[in-house]
């Protein structure tokens, strides 16, 4: 069975400067996608960023970027000039073309100003 | 656009009682369809999730259970809550395996 896991229960960053999150993942597929996905105080889960695992490309969106290791299973979030706003849990998700979706128990970020 | 809703927000329900939680999507035919629920600073755990009318597939053994009468309606039931049912739960869909998951407004759900 796929595991997600992340490491760090909890992480803090000063604001403006640059964090990083970790996941490793467990699969023995080869075709699956990735996610982060953010989740404020509302508990609205809110997408970040996706990755296919067939690209060897890091997926970018803004301030948010992966670092995407293949071999190692390992899928890294890192937030650049970080915001008051993206103080929340983010989760690492793994998903395969079966419908199994798999979250790692998630990292609390806290960005202090 | 597509939007989805669940309802109730919040829910206080006595040991023993009945549920029904509601997801509805809005904008889009044949999605696919999930509840998880989300212990107390922990992670999601996927409960149920379905591909079509009348199919699902559950993932844990448990007290509740899941159906889908309508193409973008999905209802999570039970027939009698435990303490153990209390928690957050979330209605997520997606247009195919390919896609990311959106997700819904989220129950909480006290059991007492």
């Known amino acids: 069975a796929q595991t997600v896991t992340q490491s760090q229960p909890e992480m803090s960053v000063q604001e403006a400067e640059t964090v990083t999150l970790s996941c490793t993942y467990d699969?023995?597929?080869?075709?699956?996608?990735l996610f982060w996905y953010k989740q404020p105080p509302s508990r609205q889960m809110i997408l970040v960023i996706r990755?296919?695992?067939?690209?060897?490309q890091n997926a970018t969106e803004n301030r948010f970027s992966v670092n995407f290791q293949k071999a190692a299973k390992s899928f890294s979030l890192k937030i650049s000039d970080s915001q008051l706003g993206d103080a929340a849990m983010y989760f690492c998700?793994?998903?395969?073309?079966?419908?199994?979706?798999?979250f790692g128990a998630g990292t609390r970020l806290t960005v202090k100003p | 656009s597509q939007t989805i809703h669940q309802w109730p927000a919040t829910l206080v329900q006595p040991v023993g009682s009945p549920l029904s939680l509601e997801c509805t999507v809005e904008?889009?035919?044949?999605?696919?369809l999930y509840w998880y629920r989300q212990a107390a600073g922990r992670g999601l755990q996927l409960l149920f999730y379905?591909?079509?009318?009348?199919?699902i597939s559950s993932e844990v053994p448990q007290n509740l259970s899941a159906s889908r009468p309508q193409d973008r309606q999905f209802i999570l039931s039970s027939k009698k809550l435990l303490l153990s049912d209390s928690g957050f739960y979330l209605c997520a869909w997606t247009r195919d395996s390919y896609n990311e998951q959106f997700f819904g407004p989220g129950t909480r759900l006290t059991v007492l």
């Open positions: 998700a793994y998903r395969n073309n079966n419908n199994d979706m798999r």
């Open positions: 379905s591909v079509g009318i009348g199919q």
């Open positions: 904008g889009t035919s044949n999605p696919n």
């Open positions: 990755q296919e695992a067939y690209k060897q």
């Open positions: 699969t023995s597929e080869s075709d699956y996608y």
